[in-house]
């Protein structure tokens, strides 16, 4: 006769006897000991968020809550190191049974345990970025799909919409009418590529980012045995950042929580910033809905910012409808107002920037605390040419600078060949953008055009020493055609009418005019083909012609971009150990916190942006974006807008209306500077 002994796995007490009234403050106090049941924390910029979540842990261990029956979810990597990190110190020892850690990294864990369960094997492999584009790539081989004769979307495009398809719940059709329009007739040919791609990724073991999450809810749904299992193991969920859950990410939550209803999230209303990448802002917002006997706790001193800068920062979202109303009270000292600096153009609003960076330096300030904060890349042209122009170390969060972009890179190339013929590089480069044309097939085509341009431009004429007009340089990409693939004859013929257009005597030392040509001649195609961020990268560009307006000829353009590049570079060779001050998009720079900021470019169009306005819900995130961008400042904020900017198409200046949301903030919070130039006769 046998019989099964169960041996459990040994668990060290946890006695903490941690003081929470000493240790918090009341309204922190209040949601670490709030009673089981579902209960949402309104956690307000600098309030200690991170804190509150980790003695909320701290508290449940000591109510005899076993470590393996809390389950804490957060966003990154980062910051699931971060809060279990600081709950081993709470603790004074680790807690591996503790199940913490990304949305991702947790459904990997359930999904490594049951994959089996979905026709998958258990050591199934997850997909990079990279790997997920080769698979759709062979995808789209296997439908016999030309995406080039078709103008279909690239294997990274389909990425980026099978991704949102997942994450926001839709189908693929919705996506499409919802985010990429332009691609709408071309739904039935996409859905059938991603049910390929569903396919092949089971046939070889294989999940995407995506997947981890969509199946790990496709299991809780499809076995209510294992759905049983967890909603009983978690019997306590605690959420980080809640105002950026996708659908995707709410519905896993309310499914383990269904059975307990112990589930506490905690965010802030006000920093939801992230529509465009899937998050949903009603999660957040209809919580208590969901949640008939939900409890609402707010957080709301500030531990970070001035109160000058907090009044700033309450009065800026106060418009706001769909909110949870709280109001931002400091914990320090009061420090200095908030500064509003009207500037007569975005030159001369780079210029106050860097003279008053260098002032701020001398006063003390480590330049590695102070950022420039703005809504979009190309707000910060004037201020990257202005801070190299001074030798005045940056650096760019979010990551490439404007100038190195692929799409910046691509359009200038035409100008470079236009300008230096020679240009193997830029020819090179405009080449491979066409079908069927890879890094062979442009060094056949380079030698070929090389010869017969510099046969064409040595003359009797130029032998003698006399200046003979300069050949054509259309007419020697006509001589090439006869090398070019067939897929490629269309596009070489475009190409070659848009080279034709561009070195005509007019539009050839108009270098705003030329990037405009040739966006309007097929390279925006090519940015909706290959970018699923098209319209950013579009408004990239008609910036940039803009910028260019102000240079007298396309050499000085093109010189002044390779002097800034090139600077740039040696910058970042040279500086690694040196302060820098911080440019970043306010996206980019949510989670971080800077003693002195710059916020600039607040007119109307610009920030809030021009697309934003056509909606409630898209005005209403911009000014959360407001908020979040305020609130990086903990002990100087520098509000700045141009009275001019150039328009489009070289039709001068116009003048630039402040932002709406500048309207908003009492006059009495802001000390106004005007800016007085020097003048240089005394």
């Known amino acids: 006769m046998s019989r099964d002994y169960v041996l459990q796995s040994f668990r060290a007490p946890v006695h903490l006897h941690i003081d929470y009234a000493k240790e918090l403050n009341e309204q922190q106090h209040a949601a670490v000991t709030a009673a089981p049941g ?98 759709i790539d062979a995808c789209l081989g296997q439908a016999q799909i030309d995406v080039k004769a078709t103008r279909f979307p690239k294997a990274e495009v389909l990425a980026d919409i099978f991704s949102m398809a997942s994450n926001i719940r839709l189908p693929i059709p919705e996506v499409l ?62 959420v980080d950042e809640y105002q950026d859950t996708n659908k995707l990410q709410s519905e896993l939550i309310d499914l383990l929580a269904a059975r307990h209803h112990n589930v506490m999230v905690v965010g802030d209303d006000a920093q939801s910033i992230y529509a465009w990448r899937g998050a949903n802002f009603q999660n957040i917002l209809k919580f208590p809905e969901r949640y008939a006997k939900a409890k609402v706790y707010k957080i709301e001193t500030n531990y970070r910012s001035t109160p000058e800068i907090l009044n700033v920062a309450n009065a800026a ?34 210029a106050f920037i860097a003279q008053r960076v260098l002032e701020l330096r001398e006063e003390g300030v480590d330049m590695n605390e102070m950022a420039v904060l703005y809504r979009s890349h190309f707000h910060a042209l004037e201020l990257q040419l202005e801070l190299t122009r001074r030798n005045i170390p940056f650096s760019i969060t979010s990551g490439i600078r404007f100038f190195e972009q692929a799409h910046i890179k691509d359009v200038t190339g035409y100008l470079k060949l236009i300008t230096n013929p020679r240009d193997e590089l830029a020819f090179k480069r405009i080449a ?12 056949k085509l380079w030698a070929k055009f090389s010869a017969d341009f510099g046969a064409r431009s040595s003359t009797p004429e130029k032998q003698a020493g006399q200046e003979a007009p300069v050949a054509p340089l259309a007419t020697a990409l006509q001589g090439c055609s006869a090398g070019v693939p067939k897929k490629a004859a269309v596009a070489w013929a475009q190409f070659t009418a848009t080279i034709s257009q561009l070195e005509a005597a007019p539009v050839r ?61 040696e910058a970042e060779q040279t500086n690694n150990d040196t302060e820098q001050i911080r440019l970043s998009t306010i996206h980019q720079a949510k989670g971080l916190e ?26 209403e995130e911009e000014r959360r974006l407001l908020y979040v961008a305020i609130t990086r400042a903990r002990n100087e904020l520098y509000l700045s807008y141009p009275l001019i900017r150039m328009m489009p198409g070289g039709s001068g200046d116009a003048m630039q209306q402040p932002s709406r949301f500048l309207s908003e903030i009492p006059k009495e919070l802001l000390e106004e500077w005007n800016l007085k130039p020097v003048d240089p006769y005394g």
Not at 318 to 346: D, H
Not at 550 to 556: S, V
Request: proline share 4%; glycine share 6%; charged share 25%.
């Open 432 to 443: 491979q953008l066409l079908p069927g044309i890879g890094a062979k097939g442009a060094e």
């Open 317 to 350: 979202i106060a418009a706001n409808t769909q909110q949870f109303t709280k109001n931002l009270t400091p914990a320090r000292k009061s420090g200095t107002k908030p500064v509003l600096v009207t500037c007569m153009s975005g030159s001369e609003q780079a």
């Open 38 to 135: 579902p209960a949402l924390v309104i956690a307000g910029a600098g309030s200690g968020k991170t804190r509150t979540l980790t003695y909320r842990v701290g508290f449940l261990l000591e109510q005899g809550i076993p470590a393996d029956r809390i389950l804490l979810l957060t966003f990154t990597n980062k910051a699931a190191k971060e809060m279990m990190r600081r709950v081993a110190d709470l603790l004074g020892q680790e807690l591996p049974s503790l199940w913490g850690g990304t949305f991702h990294s947790i459904g990997n864990r359930v999904l490594r345990a049951h994959a089996d369960r979905l026709g998958y094997q258990r050591d199934f492999t997850i997909m990079d970025r990279e790997d997920a584009k080769d698979l």
């Open 509 to 569: 030392g108009n270098p705003s005019r030329m990037i405009r040509l040739v966006v309007e001649a097929g390279y925006e195609d090519h940015l909706k083909e290959n970018y699923a961020n098209f319209r950013n990268r579009l408004e990239d560009l008609e910036q940039l012609a803009i910028f260019a307006q102000q240079f007298p000829n396309t050499e000085d353009f093109l010189s002044q971009l390779a002097l800034l590049t090139n600077l740039e570079a």
């Open 177 to 238: 009418a919802k985010d990429y329009d332009y691609f709408a007739s071309l739904a039935p040919q996409i859905t059938d590529v991603q049910q390929r791609y569903e396919a092949r990724k089971r046939a070889t073991n294989a999940m995407d980012f995506d997947d981890l999450l969509d199946l790990w809810l496709k299991l809780m749904r499809e076995h209510p045995d294992l759905l049983e299992h967890y909603q009983r193991r978690f019997q306590f969920i605690l």
């Open 594 to 619: 800077f003693d002195v900021v710059f916020l600039i470019m607040l007119c109307d169009g610009m920030f809030p942006s021009a697309r934003s306005l056509d909606t409630m819900d898209g005005e």
